[in-house]
């Protein structure tokens, strides 16, 4: 939050004259004071002192375990940077309008899916480490619940308002109506990924926590396959707004298809709840 509430600061207090270098500024400064903090916080509850050998046991397995995740995190920036690829073969205005819309499903993703993935991962590693496999089934199944409560409503109010949002947040200054128009159904796109992301997110947590971080690398490359290939098609076919159903059918294979090895993995997981719920 300090990072958030100094960015916006220097925004309002610098931008007329230093321009978009005030974001800059806002961006370093908040990110340093949140170390800052951050180091001083530790220090208060923990103590501890730095120790460095390449021979340590956890190290090497944290070391192994980091390479998958690495390669999936590549992943998903290699299907960014394809779908700008595309894009700037689309009409004029198309990388814009991805740019728009991908930024404020973001914001979306990051208030919501990013920190309630970040609270129950411990309870996933607990779980784990306790070979509590009907607890983890428990927490999994329940943050998957909780997610369709939140996000289901988002979707379809974003989708009904996707225009009135656009112009809210984007529409002044050059942004005319025209992109507004634009803009709109990418984002309302976008919003329905988000329920994949957090079906993708959730079980990645869960094989994280068991110690296997292979298989959602595997998924993710299976991911870039699908995406570049969507991307081509119906980048050709409907433009901009084909790119952005390449990326929510991609990830919505991803998601299924993590969700099913999960299930191989903890014979406790069911989801007749969850397509309850969704009904």
Do not use: W
Request: contains cysteine; hydrophobic residues 50%.
């Amino acid at each position: 939050n300090i990072l958030y509430v100094i960015f916006v600061m220097s925004i309002s207090v610098l931008a007329r004259t230093y321009g978009i270098y005030a974001a800059v500024m806002g961006t370093v400064i908040g990110t340093s004071l949140e170390f800052i903090y951050s180091v001083a916080l530790r220090r208060k509850f923990v103590k501890y002192h730095f120790i460095l050998s390449l021979k340590d046991k956890s190290m090497i397995k944290s070391f192994k375990m980091a390479i998958p995740v690495f390669i999936g995190i590549s992943a998903a920036e290699i299907n960014k940077i394809v779908d700008k690829m595309v894009s700037s073969f689309l009409s004029e205005g198309s990388i814009s309008t991805l740019n728009y819309a991908s930024k404020l499903s973001s914001a979306v993703s990051a208030l919501l899916i990013s920190s309630i993935t970040t609270v129950i991962y411990p309870e996933f590693s607990k779980s784990s480490a306790e070979n509590d496999d009907k607890n983890m089934a428990d927490v999994f199944g329940f943050s998957l619940r909780v997610f369709l409560i939140l996000i289901i409503p988002i979707i379809i109010g974003g989708t009904i308002l996707s225009k009135e949002i656009i112009k809210i947040v984007y529409g002044r200054g050059a942004f005319e109506m025209s992109m507004v128009k634009r803009t709109a159904p990418l984002f309302s796109c976008y919003l329905v990924c988000l329920l994949f992301s957090t079906f993708r997110q959730t079980s990645s947590r869960v094989f994280y926590s068991y110690g296997d971080s292979k298989t959602p690398m595997k998924n993710s490359l299976i991911g870039i396959v699908i995406n570049i290939v969507l991307n081509i098609i119906l980048g050709f076919f409907v433009g901009a707004l084909g790119l952005a159903l390449a990326t929510t059918i991609s990830t919505a294979v991803i998601s299924f298809l993590l969700l099913r090895d999960v299930r191989k993995k903890n014979v406790y997981v069911e989801y007749q709840t969850i397509i309850g719920l969704l009904i």
